[in-house]
């Protein structure tokens, strides 16, 4: 069954706010199986984000009808499958999700080059043969932010994967993000793991405030339970806020 719309779930919608620049820098997770609850997150706080991420969990429960959906809400979308398969396969389900007009996909650098590379060719043909208005990016993870350490040796090894495939950027934790600016400043660094200071971690072994992951390098940060399942949804929104409006 395809995803309701957003008039469909909470009425018609009226005239987007203006989109600014620090908004391309903070994307909201949208970490349910839910499109009702999801297009109500993005709906809440479409002036503050301007990502929203879609990963496994409401991809699988919600097809790409939810991604439609975003986009018509004024979110360019992060499609976070870590993909992670043979070539061929990675190519032809990354030429699939060109046909999205996603912004962002992620896939796993620890895949190798010739993955990596496929999924860039998979989703750029998607999204020329879609026609779409969009360039996407392929982003490689290299290590997960739940992982408790990383092994540097191995970072580089897949960021430089990532850079030889022709990957647009990668996902790191913000501990990471200093270094791999350093290597490769073309790409773009998306950084989840993101907590207020004093937080619970859950289960991010390796977390950082916004403005800790800012600072460093990140081009765009990740945001989910700090913002979605907050005691005070508005209070946690405020503190975003004030920590982003210096970038
Ligand atoms: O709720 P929280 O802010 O921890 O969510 C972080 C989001 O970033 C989740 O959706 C998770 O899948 C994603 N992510 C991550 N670590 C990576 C890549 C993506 O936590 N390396």
């Known amino acids: 069954m395809p995803a309701p719309t957003v008039e469909e779930v909470e009425g ?7 989109r600014t620049r620090g908004m391309d820098r903070l ?4 970490d349910t199986d839910d499109s009702v609850e999801a297009l109500r997150w993005a709906r809440d706080y479409r002036d503050v984000f301007g990502f929203a991420k879609v990963g ?34 990675v190519k032809r389900a ?6 999205y007009g996603v912004d962002l996909l992620t896939v796993h650098a620890a895949g190798g080059v010739p993955m ?4 860039v060719e ?4 998607g999204a020329a043969a879609a026609g779409s208005a969009t360039e996407p990016r392929v982003l490689a993870v290299t290590f997960l932010t739940s992982d408790p350490a990383v092994d540097q040796i191995a970072f580089i090894a897949r960021l430089d994967a990532a850079a030889e495939a022709g990957c647009g950027g990668y996902v790191c934790a913000a501990a990471e993000v200093e270094m791999a600016k350093e290597r490769h400043p073309e790409l773009f660094a998306l950084v989840p793991g993101i907590r207020f200071k004093g937080a619970e ?15 460093k390098g990140a081009d765009l940060i990740v945001i989910g ?6 005691a005070d949804p508005a209070v946690a929104i405020a503190m975003l806020k004030a920590e982003a409006a210096a970038f």
């Open 116 to 119: 990596l590379r496929a999924a």
């Open 201 to 215: 971690v859950d289960d991010q072994g390796r977390v950082a405030t916004p403005s800790v992951a800012l600072a």
């Open 122 to 125: 998979g989703l750029s043909e």
């Open 27 to 30: 994307a909201i997770a949208l």
């Open 225 to 230: 339970r700090s913002v979605t399942r907050a």
């Open 94 to 99: 990354a030429r699939v999700v060109g046909g």
């Open 56 to 89: 496994l969990e409401l991809f699988t429960s919600e097809g790409p009808g939810i991604i439609y959906a975003l986009r018509e809400l004024g979110y360019k979308v992060f499609l976070d499958l870590k993909m992670h398969d043979i070539p061929n396969t």
């Open 12 to 18: 018609p919608v009226y005239g987007m706010t203006g």
